[in-house]
C-alpha cells in the first residue's frame, strides 16, 4: 500500500468526521482529525468516545496506538501537509427548514487559508446542491496569494449511525463529484484500498453527488413514510403491513428494507435532510410536494399512537404510560428528533405520567425533556404502569419476560409502535394489544358485564 498512503486532515469529528477518521486511517492513510470544540478534542485524546458507535473505538483507539491518527483543536501545519482535507461539520437545520452552512464556511476558510498547492477540499457534510460553489468563493476569499490553487470535491457519506463503520469500510458505493483530473485522482487514491476489495465508487459533477446524497435519504424517508400509510389503511381493513411489506419486499424493484412500519423516522438525518430538500427544490422554483407528504405521514404516525392511547384509556390525566426506548434507533444513544420523545412530549402535555428506559440513551434523553422519568429496567419503567408503548425495538423488549410485565403493570395494555411482539403470544398473556398496521388483540375479561 506504501505509495498510496494520503495525508488527510478531516474538520469536525462528530459522527461523520470520526468515523471517516477511523477508517480513512484504517484502510492506511495518515489522519489528522481537528474540531474547535476543545472538551471534545480531550475526550478524544484521552482515548474516549463522544457517542456510542459499535466498532468506533476499537478502530480508532488501533489507529492512534499505532501513529496512524490524531486528534488536535487547530493544526494549520496539518492542514498545509495535506493532500486532502475532508469537511465533515454539522449542517443543522435553521428555523425556516434550510440547513444552517456557518460551519460550513467557517471550515472552508480555514481550509483555503492553509492548505498548499494541490490540495483537494471535499465536502463530506449533507449540504444542498450548489454549496460547493459558495466554497469556492468562501476559499476564494481567503486564500493569500501565491499559495497554490486547491480544487473542491464532493464525497457524501451514506453511514448509518450505529452501523457506520461497517458502512463506511464495505460501502454499498462511494459517490466522488468532482469536476478536475487532479481532484478526481486524489479521491480515486484515497479510496483506492476499496475500490482494490471490490467496492464501487461512482463519479459524478460535484451538483450531482450534493444532490444524490438529499435524493437516497429522501426516498428512503418516503419507504418509511409509505410503509405508514399503508399501515393505516392495513388497521382499517383488517390486514397485516408486515406481511405486505414482505410481498412487497420479494419484488427486487422494490426491497423489504425501510418498509417497516412504526413510530416514523427521527435521528439527524431524515428529517432535517428532508426539510431541507424540499427548500432546496422550492428556492429553485420546483415545489416538491411528495416530500412534504412524506414529513406529514411522519408527523402522523406519532398521533396515531396518542389516539390508540386514547381510545383505550381514555382521559389522559393521572394514566401512567411507560416508553420502552427512546432512542431514535436501536443500536445508539442518539435521541435528535427522536419520535419517542416527541411522544413522550405530546402524552406528558396531555396530563399522563411518563416513565421511560432505554439501554443507552437516558442521559441524552433526560437532557432534552428533563422532566421525563426514567427507569433502570424495563419492568421498572413498566411497574404501575396503565399502557406500555415500545418506541425503539432494542432487542433487549424483543426478549422481556412478558409474564412479568402482565403483572407489575397496573392494566396489561401494550402498544408496539415498533411491531416487535407477535399478537397470538400477547393474548396468551393476557394483554390488550394494540400492533401498528396489523390485528389488535383485546383480552378477555370477564369482570364486567356489558
Ligand atoms: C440515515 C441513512 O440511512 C444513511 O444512509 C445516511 O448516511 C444517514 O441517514 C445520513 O444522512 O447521515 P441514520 O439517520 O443513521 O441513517 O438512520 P437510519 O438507520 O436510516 O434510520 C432512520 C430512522 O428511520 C430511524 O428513526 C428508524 O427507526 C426509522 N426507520 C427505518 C423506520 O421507521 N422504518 C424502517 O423501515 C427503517
Redesign the pocket.
Known amino acids: 500500500m506504501g505509495e498510496t498512503v494520503m495525508r488527510i486532515v478531516v474538520i469536525g469529528t462528530g459522527h461523520?468526521g470520526l468515523v471517516t477518521c477511523g477508517t480513512l486511517a484504517a484502510i492506511g492513510h495518515s489522519v489528522t482529525g481537528l474540531d474547535s470544540d476543545e472538551e471534545k478534542i480531550a475526550t478524544l485524546v484521552a482515548g474516549r468516545l463522544p457517542f456510542v458507535e459499535p466498532e468506533l473505538d476499537e478502530l480508532i483507539a488501533r489507529a492512534t496506538g499505532e501513529g496512524r491518527l490524531r486528534f488536535d483543536v487547530e493544526a494549520p501545519e496539518a492542514i498545509a501537509e495535506a493532500d486532502a482535507v475532508f469537511i465533515c461539520v454539522g449542517t443543522p437545520p435553521l428555523p425556516s427548514g434550510e440547513p444552517n452552512l456557518i460551519a460550513m464556511e467557517r471550515a472552508a476558510e480555514i481550509a483555503g487559508r492553509y492548505a498548499t498547492d494541490g490540495c483537494v477540499i471535499v465536502e463530506k457534510s449533507?449540504v444542498p446542491a450548489g454549496t460547493a460553489e459558495r466554497v469556492r468563493r468562501v476559499i476564494a476569499r481567503v486564500r493569500p496569494v501565491g499559495r497554490g490553487r486547491v480544487d473542491v470535491a464532493s464525497n457524501p457519506?451514506?453511514?448509518?449511525?450505529?452501523h457506520a463503520v461497517r458502512?463506511a469500510l464495505e460501502p454499498d458505493r462511494i459517490l466522488v463529484g468532482a469536476e478536475s483530473e487532479h481532484s478526481r485522482a486524489v479521491l480515486r487514491r484515497v479510496y483506492e484500498p476499496l475500490v482494490a476489495r471490490g467496492y464501487s465508487l461512482i463519479e459524478t459533477d460535484i451538483n450531482t453527488a450534493e444532490l444524490a446524497?438529499h435524493a437516497?435519504?429522501a426516498f428512503?424517508a418516503l419507504?418509511?413514510s409509505y410503509?405508514n400509510a399503508l399501515a393505516q389503511i392495513c388497521e382499517r381493513a383488517g390486514a397485516d403491513v408486515t406481511a405486505i411489506a414482505g410481498v412487497m419486499g420479494a419484488d427486487s424493484r422494490i426491497s423489504r428494507?425501510?418498509?417497516?412500519a412504526?413510530?416514523?423516522?427521527?435521528?439527524?438525518?431524515?428529517p432535517k435532510?428532508l426539510q431541507a430538500f424540499e427548500r432546496l427544490s422550492a428556492r429553485l422554483g420546483y415545489e416538491f410536494r411528495l416530500l412534504r407528504e412524506v414529513m406529514l405521514i411522519n408527523e402522523d404516525a406519532i398521533s396515531a399512537v396518542v389516539s390508540k392511547i386514547q381510545d383505550e384509556l381514555w382521559n389522559l390525566d393521572g394514566k401512567k404510560i411507560a416508553l420502552f426506548g427512546l432512542a431514535?434507533?436501536p443500536g445508539t444513544d442518539d435521541v435528535r428528533e427522536a419520535?419517542a420523545l416527541a411522544l413522550a412530549r405530546r402524552l406528558m402535555a396531555a396530563g399522563a405520567r411518563v416513565t421511560a428506559h432505554d439501554p443507552e440513551a437516558m442521559r441524552n434523553a433526560k437532557q432534552e425533556v428533563p422532566q421525563l422519568e426514567v427507569a433502570p429496567g424495563a419492568l421498572d419503567a413498566a411497574a404501575g404502569a396503565h399502557c406500555v408503548v415500545v418506541c425503539t425495538e432494542w432487542p433487549v423488549y424483543r426478549t422481556l419476560d412478558l409474564e412479568a410485565l402482565e403483572a407489575v403493570m397496573a392494566y396489561p395494555f401494550v402498544v408496539d409502535a415498533r411491531n416487535i411482539y407477535d399478537g397470538k403470544v400477547m393474548r396468551e398473556h393476557g394483554f390488550v394489544y394494540r400492533p401498528t398496521g396489523r390485528p389488535n388483540v383485546d383480552a378477555f375479561r370477564a369482570n364486567v358485564s356489558p
Do not use: Q, W
Not at 157 to 162: S, T, W
Open positions: 461523520v449533507t457519506e451514506f453511514l448509518r449511525e450505529g458502512d446524497k437516497c435519504n428512503l419507504k418509511i410503509a428494507s425501510f418498509l417497516d412504526g413510530l416514523g423516522f427521527g435521528g439527524s438525518c431524515f435532510d431514535f434507533k419520535p
